[in-house]
């Protein structure tokens, strides 16, 4: 029985709807009460209850699969609407403009490999970072860890280490569930790759250590340190302060800090992560994080820019590389975006446009879940402060099945174990919701349908149909 | 005597200007004629009068000197007259535009791997290949030709052969004079690297055609077949159909073949150049060549588009690596530049501008040579129909020694040796003008100096000093 039943049989039973005003606390003691205790938890139902639960989500289903959709929460993507937001930096540059930057070079001809001053400086602020770290790259920050872990794995990143090209069983650490992309470019170079569970503070800090420090072949990790792909999660301060402090036994193992949503909040508890370069510092290992982020999710995702920052000694190695890779990367879309945003503060400013268009749609997703689901019982879900994605895990083996039955409906997700290395999950039940690029009403439906194939492919794998 | 010498004594001895017209070619006999026979030709002088022209050289290299110039010679790059060509291409996009390309998808967002269809369209025509064949990448060429021999350094291009790092020996034939940002890549990964002279038609091909049959340890060959950096040369309708029909001992040989300056005229009298693509699908040999070229010359260097085209078995390889290393390059700048051209026929168009430009510096530097070089016949240089460079050989074993003498004066070149795989000319004697950037005026005292300092310096080797 969900809340809404009881309450509705409650009020049948006598109750007026006013004479049953509680406070918050109560209301939510109940609900969980109800939740715990409901007949309707599907782990404590009779099978004819399970049964009759399937028939009538069936039902429900065929409806909505003859319907013939097309929605999609497979991608990070932003909407329309968030581009929208940023349409006026096509304006920056006219034919008339001034095209020579703060570094007295005319923007549209070649030079400045490492990127033009004042977009350094920008991204320095957003990286938390000097601006001498800083390099700014092409549209894609997704393409400069590409090309960084490309680098270490011919060139040797510290001198007498070995290109890891030649390290015949290097492996890597892939905090799980994670960012497919990063454990695509770690399993197209043939790492083994290590799965490490994932907290509410970021990775198991435990298991890296002990990993990292006895193991030379370990020879990195990928970390989302900031609203996690796909939880949300925000690594704790001690989280961040035992990274900068780890002791790998490989003197060439590196931390990838892909910071991708760094200024992403969606709500009004921003969560707040230390800064890992500064800690680096403290502990005397400054050479082991190399920090990622872009404006993909702030302006264009086919047309942003993308930065990283690392030590001296680490960019003196990307740069030998760069130099021969690139004469430079296009510094008039680097200048159009410092001159749109002004400086950093215009950017966070920009940001908490893309707040007001987000948080309606997180909170779409999250309703439907504590309404639909938290009252079977069978999912668990993040509920993040920032970031592009809800993650959920659904009933244990049934991850997969709710893939295939919400694109058999007409709903496209993101391929279930795509969020572990290998794509393989190993509890098959983690799957990423991005509820960002569909338009309100149409991620209504999609979470309406998630929700039925949810329960559905549940009452399937309990009735062992 | 120089030419202007000797018509300057003949009016002294009574010819006017007017009773002294005759035919170019009787013009270019005389000419000639001074030149094979002039007593200033230094080959030809005694130690007395090589010693009093040094000593005017000298003279005249000394007020230069003083004047404490800053002038550059050293790069291709567009001057900011070339680059105000283009200004318009900044109008295309604003605010108010519509973002929906041809294949349906807002060119704001992630997607399409391989570059919106109306630029890949436009680029098959430059590039002389189906659209099909064509991928479009960021703003670099050297970036994609770097990112092309990293996919082959790790990952077979032909199954069954062992990715390049693997091959310890690995060997890349080197046209030379060429172009020093290729050697640049060659260099990084470590091949030994082979120059292959080059002839009126191109590199020698017999040469090419022995080495590539008996070694397969040889993977490549760079090629600038069209106004080759720095000689302007275009290889000839033969040249071409050898390379199409090179039958190489290594399955996974490939010719890096880096249209740079395919549309690039700079005279009335173009030269053309044979469809490589077309003629290896005649050979069988489909998958030897990879083309590339982009718009750095065309719209701006620092803000254009670049693509590459290969065989589907070949693509299938790159695209795989690409589908890791980015999600979509910059889909705006693409459909920026298809809609500023309208279409192939319109980038032509656009290129004449170009062409009305860089005549009169390709002129300023030619007759500067032919007045001053000419006839102390002391270098032999080319003159292209297109392309970026004069490329001259000086008296041998001069050439560092000139652009030695051409820095202190003020006046950056190219650095001698540049030309050559690891920097080193084994005759010293080439040098790379680039007469694009600097203004008009600039570029007369520049080559005013460079001609003072090659006759010094050939003085100084002659007298031995």
């Known amino acids: ?24 606390v109560v209301i939510e003691y109940i609900r969980s009460f109800f939740i715990k205790e409901s007949i309707m938890n599907y782990l404590n139902c009779s099978a004819e209850e399970l049964e009759r639960e399937y028939q009538s989500l069936k039902n429900k289903y065929d409806e909505e699969k003859a319907k013939g959709l097309n929605l999609n929460m497979a991608r990070g993507k932003p909407g329309k609407e968030q581009l929208d937001l940023s349409n006026g930096i096509l304006d920056v540059f006219t034919s008339e403009s001034n095209f020579i930057g703060d570094d007295g070079v005319d923007i549209r001809n070649y030079g400045i490999l490492d990127g033009i001053y004042e977009c350094r400086k920008m991204f320095g602020q957003v990286l938390g970072v000097d601006s001498e770290n800083v390099m700014i790259g092409g549209n894609s920050s997704l393409n400069m860890m590409f090309d960084t872990i490309s680098c270490m794995m011919t060139k040797p990143i510290v001198e007498g280490c070995d290109a890891w090209y030649k390290v015949e069983n290097r492996k890597f650490l892939c905090p799980s569930p994670g960012y497919d992309r990063h454990f695509g470019i770690t399993g197209y170079y043939g ?8 907290t509410e503070n970021g990775p198991d800090m435990d298991m890296i250590e002990e990993l990292v420090a006895n193991d ?10 900031k609203y996690s792909n796909p939880q949300g999660i925000t690594y704790s301060d001690e989280t961040v302060r035992r ?15 892909d910071n991708a949503y760094c200024i992403h909040d969606i709500t009004d ?6 800064n890992i370069y500064d800690e680096c510092k403290k502990a005397g290992n400054e050479d082991l994080p190399i920090l990622f982020c872009s404006t993909s999710k702030i302006t264009f995702p086919g047309a942003g820019v993308a930065a990283m920052a690392a030590s001296k000694n680490n960019m003196k190695v990307f740069k030998e590389r760069y130099n021969y890779q690139i004469i430079s990367y296009d510094k008039m ?14 950017m966070l400013e920009h940001m908490k446009k893309h707040k007001a268009v987000l948080k309606p749609k997180f909170d779409i997703v999250l309703n439907a879940l504590a309404s639909e689901l938290e009252p079977v019982g069978i999912g668990e879900w993040t509920k993040p402060n920032g970031g592009y994605f809800v993650s959920i895990d659904v009933l244990e083996g049934t991850a997969k099945r709710v893939v295939q039955l919400c694109k058999e409906a007409g709903v496209v997700l993101t391929g279930a174990g795509a ?9 098959d039940s983690n799957i990423r919701l991005a ?31």
Chains 1, 2 share one sequence.
């Open 1 to 24: 029985m969900s809340l809404f039943s009881f309450c509705q049989n409650a009020e049948n039973a006598g109750f007026s709807k006013k004479t049953c005003i509680f406070p918050p």
């Open 243 to 257: 990274f900068a402090n780890l002791k790998p036994a490989a003197k060439d193992f590196r931390i990838i800090w």
């Open 419 to 427: 969020t572990y290395p290998y794509g393989k999950d190993p509890k």
């Open 269 to 274: 508890t921003p969560d707040s992560l230390l």
């Open 191 to 198: 790492f083994e790759m290590i799965p490490i569970p994932m």
């Open 333 to 346: 879309n680097m200048l159009r975006h410092v001159q749109y945003f002004g400086d950093y503060n215009g």
């Open 435 to 465: 509820p960002t690029f569909p338009p309100n009403d149409e991620l209504v439906t999609a979470m309406e349908i998630f929700c039925i194939c949810a329960k559905l492919a549940a009452c399937e794998k309990l009735l062992q149909k």
């Open 216 to 225: 030379d072949s370990i020879k990195g990790i990928w970390c989302v340190p």
